[in-house]
């Protein structure tokens, strides 16, 4: 990603984190319309189906603080895409959930993955827009 502020780099790298933003939303909120189905696979009550969300959003928030001091210490896109990995990792083995235990577990890394995404890509974000377009810039990217 460009971290210069000449040119459209910018531009490439706001239209990236805009499309980081789409799999992480898409990723959040695909449980709400399918919960009845994971309540009937799983016979799970509406509580233990909250759960499943809960888990994902702790860990989601837990991370969010170290994976900014981790970007600054050993590079902001490193831990992006770390975090992008772990992430989609997650999203594959929900395919292979055959417990309520294993789903939770999963959403929790799922969580965790995604996590690492929104203090660094921030940090990018600021460093790579040019004040002129910071407004539009973050606008993208959200």
Known sequence: MSHGKSGSGWLVTSLLFFLGWVFMYADRTILSPVQGVIREEFLLSNAEVGLITSVFFIMYTAVQIPSGLLGD???????????FMVFGAATALTHFASSFLMLILIRILAGFGEGFYYGPQY???????????????????Q
């Open 73 to 83: 210490r050993f590079g902001r896109t490193k831990i992006i895409l770390f975090g």
């Open 123 to 141: 940090a990018i974000s600021s460093d790579s827009t040019p004040p002129k377009y910071r407004a539009l810039g973050y606008a993208i990217n």
